[in-house]
């Protein structure tokens, strides 16, 4: 990956979002570093950004070995650099996150994986198209909030929609206190209202499925062509997918932004006893539920059925918490089982050893 001419210029800490949070961590470590932060990469060449300029770094052998794949440096971390001119810089230590958006990574692998980390806003894109769903949508909105992000619903392509107002009440009922924004990236419609958000020395990331249009908001933000953005294909209304990496970047206005690929599947890394973030409709009716433990799957008097059933909470509402409510039951569970497997083998170890050990 080539560091981009128009990002070779040096920007200070603060305008990076360095914060009293991190300065306190560097000033509890003895081991002299340069600050960076990282822009770009993934387990092998990482773009930095330092105060001086961008650089290339990599991760430093211990650090590689003492750290799982969830807490290697990640787009958005800061990480301390040796101070030496070495190209690539090596990368030693990883700063504690303020924030973390996480979600299980994709496949048959059971581990976290990092979207983006010291995020304070979570823009989640959707289109006013075909492409709007509202389970989907919850699923962004949970990896948000328990990633201790704020969120933004951002309905793009409204151009495209003739009656965007029923898409943004749906919106703003999955989360009343979340603003919900209509705009046309391509055509510049409700981008004031987007750039309200970004605030200098804050970060805020796109998240969305392939082709609702991450690329072409990102650029409107930057105010050039950095993300290359596709064309809408007519037989599903959804756009090309055209960014196929996480990349940092800094706005115009001092504030940073991370693009992202579209995801085709989320699975949020949920390992909270407290059911699913961003229910407090479903979690206040539960209150009232006969039983503390009602699953709200037909027990008596579960109050969360009766509104389902008088219409005050809509039955798709209902599906998706349950679903997600059982996938981080199930994610706690195989968490829970891999931790004592682990004290297991680890048990097994310390036995051997002091079996082989020489009597006193």
């Known amino acids: 990956m080539d560091l981009d001419s128009n990002r070779l210029v040096s920007h200070s ?21 340069e600050p960076a932060r990282v822009s770009a990469g993934g387990r092998g060449i990482l773009q930095v950004f330092t105060a001086a300029g961008p650089r290339r770094a990599k991760v430093s052998g211990r ?77 962004y909105l949970e990896v948000a909030i328990e990633g201790g992000a704020r969120p933004v619903f951002v309905l793009n392509k409204a151009d495209l929609c003739d009656a ?3 898409f943004v009440e749906a919106a703003r009922a999955l989360a009343p206190s979340a603003p919900v924004i209509a705009v046309s990236a391509t055509e510049g419609a409700g981008l004031d209202a987007l750039a309200a958000h970004v605030r200098a020395g804050e970060t805020l990331v796109l998240l969305g499925s392939s082709g609702v249009g991450k690329s072409t908001i990102a650029n409107r933000l930057l105010g050039n062509d950095a993300q290359r953005a596709g064309e809408i294909r007519a037989h599903d209304d959804r756009g090309k997918h055209t960014t196929t990496h996480r990349e940092l970047f800094v706005l115009p206005n001092g504030g940073l932004l991370v693009d992202t690929p579209g995801l085709r599947e989320l699975e949020p890394w949920d390992l909270d006893e407290g059911g699913p973030a961003g229910f407090g409709d479903v979690e206040e009716l539960a209150a009232e539920c006969r039983f503390r433990d009602c699953a709200h799957e037909g027990e008596p008097g579960c109050a969360v059925a009766e509104a389902v059933e008088r219409g005050a909470l809509e039955e798709g509402r209902l599906a998706g918490f349950r679903k997600l409510a059982a996938e981080g039951r199930h ?14 083998r680890r048990g097994k170890m310390i036995a051997r050893i002091t079996k082989m050990s020489p009597k006193s």
């Open 13 to 33: 800490l603060d305008s990076l979002g360095w914060n009293s949070f991190f300065e306190r961590q560097r000033a509890a470590l003895a081991e002299p570093f």
């Open 63 to 139: 650090l590689l070995h003492e750290s799982d794949g969830a807490a290697l440096p990640a787009v958005g971390d800061w990480v301390g650099i040796r101070p030496d001119a070495a190209d690539p810089a090596v990368i030693t230590h990883v700063f504690a996150r303020r924030t973390a958006l996480l979600r299980k990574a994709a496949g048959r692998r059971f581990e976290a994986q990092v979207l983006a980390a010291n995020v304070n806003t979570v823009m989640i894109v959707s289109s006013l198209n075909a492409d709007f769903n509202p389970r989907r949508l919850e699923r």
């Open 164 to 166: 965007p107002e029923r």
């Open 331 to 344: 994610l706690r569970e195989k968490h829970d089982a891999r931790a004592r497997a682990e004290a297991r």
